[in-house]
Nanobody, 127 residues
Framework: QVQVVESGGGLVQPGESLRLFCAVS????????IGWFRRAPGKEREGVSC????????FYADSVKGRFIISRDNDEKTVYLQMNSLQPADTAVYYC????????????????????WGQGTQVTVSS
């Protein structure tokens, strides 16, 4: 069972950047596709981005495409989400999770593969 701990959130102004971290334990990270999700106040959880198990495919939601970058370091067992040009609409609690992997690790999608979630990290974008 994989456990995750998210960190790196904070309060920033519109246009600024943040880098989120997801520390993974309990299993080798290179066995999994991994993704970031977010939940804004009063809204359903939204899939933001995923990176395939083999690391050469990424998915981004349209709302973050061109602004966010997901990366992974299997040796450090850490997944990153670089968030640039942040907007108030990006305000949410951000979570990472293993996600569904298919085509022998070549692809991922935003279906969580774990039933448990970390505490998340709060990102607030406000002037």
């Amino acid at each position: 069972q994989v456990q995750v701990v998210e960190s790196g959130g904070g309060l920033v102004q519109p246009g600024e950047s943040l880098r989120l971290f997801c520390a993974v334990s309990g299993s080798s990270l290179d066995n999994y596709a991994i993704g970031w999700f977010r939940r804004a106040p009063g809204k359903e959880r939204e899939g933001v981005s995923c990176k395939s198990r083999r690391g050469d495919y990424t998915f981004y939601a349209d709302s973050v495409k061109g602004r966010f970058i997901i990366s992974r370091d299997n040796d450090e067992k850490t997944v990153y989400l670089q968030m640039n040009s942040l907007q108030p609409a990006d305000t949410a609690v951000y979570y990472c999770s293993t996600v569904r992997s298919f085509l022998n690790g070549l692809r991922c999608d935003m279906v969580p593969a774990s039933s448990s979630w970390g505490q998340g990290t709060q990102v607030t974008v406000s002037s």
